[in-house]
C-alpha cells in the first residue's frame, strides 16, 4: 500500500511554468507506476501524464506533450511534474496515482492508490 501527498500547485499567469510534486510513502515506491491526473470543475478526471515504476517509459496526452514532463526519483520517493507554458485551460485541481506494475497505465480505472489532489489555476 502506498500514501501519496501532491503538493506544488497555485496560482500562475497564462504562459507561466508549475512543478508538481508528488511523495509516495512507501518505502517500495520504485514498484509503483505513477500518473498524474487533472479535473476542471464539472467536467471529468482525465489523464495527464505517466512513468513506469523504473522512470525509463514515460506517457502523455497529446494536448500537454511538449508542455509537460513527468519524472521521479525513486531514492527520494517523488515523481514531478513539470508544466510549461500553462494557459488557463490548464486550471484544475490535479491529482497523482500509484498502480503496482510494469506498465505504464493510463485509464483512471487502473490506478489503485490517488492522492488528495493540489489546485492549479492559471489566470489570463
Known amino acids: 500500500q502506498v500514501h501519496l501527498a501532491e503538493s506544488g500547485g497555485g496560482l500562475v499567469q497564462a504562459g507561466g511554468s508549475l512543478r508538481l510534486s508528488c511523495l509516495g510513502s512507501a518505502r517500495t515506491f520504485s514498484i509503483y507506476a505513477v500518473g498524474w491526473f487533472r479535473q476542471a470543475p464539472g467536467k471529468e478526471r482525465e489523464f495527464v501524464a505517466a512513468i513506469d515504476r523504473d522512470g525509463i517509459t514515460t506517457k502523455y496526452t497529446d494536448a500537454m506533450r511538449g508542455r509537460f514532463t513527468i519524472s521521479r526519483n525513486n531514492t527520494l520517493n517523488r515523481v514531478w511534474l513539470r508544466m510549461n507554458s500553462l494557459q488557463p485551460e490548464d486550471t484544475a485541481t490535479y491529482y497523482c496515482?500509484?498502480?503496482?506494475?510494469?506498465?505504464?497505465?493510463?485509464?483512471?480505472?487502473?490506478?489503485?492508490?490517488w492522492g488528495q489532489g493540489t489546485q492549479v489555476t492559471v489566470s489570463s
Open positions: 496515482a500509484a498502480r503496482a506494475t510494469t506498465l505504464v497505465p493510463t485509464e483512471r480505472n487502473e490506478y489503485d492508490y
